[in-house]
């Protein structure tokens, strides 16, 4: 009989739990549906009693390690607390978001727990045996993944089970003690660009995607690239929306060309890039090749705007595409968009 626990974190804010890890609570509830197994969510906070209340109505035992020690993501403290919760729990699967926070430490805690582990994982199956599926090759071959060898961690990527949603209310919670070895290092402060500059959000529901059109010669003989950066700014100011990019257009930079200075590698989606998982996703002049589109593979709507009737998208990769002048559409949209706000 398997025993399942869900590792959980607070957010920056201490009370509420991530996202991912309210979607890890989902997977590891249909996991235990389909076991009949005993779940047990443990969280990891300051104030546990706090965020307890979100999880309360998961139908699972609750299980806390709490303190000001784990108020701030931290090597040596995360792997103690996450230790100590596997081993109150007793966990033959542990099921954990694929945060920064817990990607640090879960290597480690299943070392210790003489346990194995798989990342990235993106679904989670139950018949025979568990199943747990995850991509290679830069999200061109999906594996299904089966291992006898217990305890087994498993880290969840982000996006790809709905978060926990259940009434909150106060909850009984069983505190873990841990015996935390010295702690050497502090978190002394976040500096992170402000939210308005940081183009990169994982959670917006539309992928923007610039591509090297924009710092192209327009109609008229010339480029426009302050004209592009002012564009698409803009747009991600009114829309919220997440910024990608093309290689071509981040690869500029090295080339001595004129390029839009808030794109970084970072940005760049594809093969030799991100796949991000956004609701939809809109392409503005890229060209939407093979090595761009592979990043779109978990994009559930796509539309671009080209000015190539015979480009990528118009040979059946995107849902909509609209052969038009990108720099006449998004202003258009931005006052649109303007009006609304
Ligand atoms: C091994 C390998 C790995 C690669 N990995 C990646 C990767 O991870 N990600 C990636 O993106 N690429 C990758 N590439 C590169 C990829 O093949 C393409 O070269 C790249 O995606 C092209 O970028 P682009 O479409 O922005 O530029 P271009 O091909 O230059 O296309 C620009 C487009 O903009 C259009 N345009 C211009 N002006 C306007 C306007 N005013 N309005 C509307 N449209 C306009 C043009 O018609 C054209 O279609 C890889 C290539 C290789 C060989």
Not at 32 to 39: G, P
Not at 143 to 164: E, I, K, M, N, Q
């Amino acid at each position: 009989m398997e025993s399942i626990l869900v590792l959980t974190h607070a957010d920056e804010s201490g009370f509420a739990l991530t996202k991912a890890s309210l979607e890890a609570v989902t997977a590891g509830k249909e996991l235990a549906t389909r076991l009949s197994a005993q779940l047990t969510i443990g969280i990891v906070a300051p104030d546990a009693s706090v965020s307890a209340k979100a999880v309360a109505n998961a139908g699972a035992k609750l299980l806390a390690v709490a303190g000001p020690a784990f108020a701030q993501p931290r090597f040596a403290s995360d792997a103690a607390a996450c230790e100590a919760l596997c081993r109150a729990a007793q966990a033959t699967i542990v099921l954990a978001p694929q945060s920064s926070r817990f990607a640090r430490v879960m290597a480690a805690v299943a070392h210790r727990l003489g346990g194995v582990i798989d990342t990235h994982i993106t679904a989670l199956t139950a018949a025979e045996s568990v199943e747990a599926a995850r991509w290679f090759y830069r999200q061109r071959i999906e594996a299904v993944v089966t291992r006898s060898a217990r305890p087994w961690f498993l880290l969840l990527d982000a996006g790809t089970h709905a978060p926990f949603a259940g009434d909150s209310a106060a909850a009984p919670v069983e505190t873990v003690q841990v015996n935390l070895p010295a702690l050497r290092t502090e978190v002394t402060g976040i500096r992170a660009p402000k939210q308005d500059q940081q183009t990169i959000r994982p959670d917006a529901k539309l992928l923007f995607v610039a591509g090297a059109g924009w710092t192209k010669k327009q109609p008229d003989g010339q480029v426009h690239t302050g004209e592009a950066a002012q564009l698409i700014l803009d747009f991600l100011r009114a829309s919220g929306a997440s910024l990608g990019s093309s290689k071509s257009l981040v690869d500029q930079g090295g080339e001595g060309n004129s390029i839009l200075p808030f794109l970084t590698h970072l940005n760049q989606v594809g093969q030799t890039g991100s796949t991000p998982r956004h609701a939809k996703g809109l392409s503005t002049c890229c060209h939407g090749e093979e090595p761009h589109v592979v990043g779109w593979r978990f994009i559930a709507d796509r539309r671009a705007i080209s000015l190539d009737p015979n480009c990528g998208w118009t040979r059946g990769k995107a849902d909509v595409v609209y052969i038009a002048d990108a720099f006449q559409v998004m202003a258009k949209l931005n006052e649109l968009l303007q009006s609304k706000n």
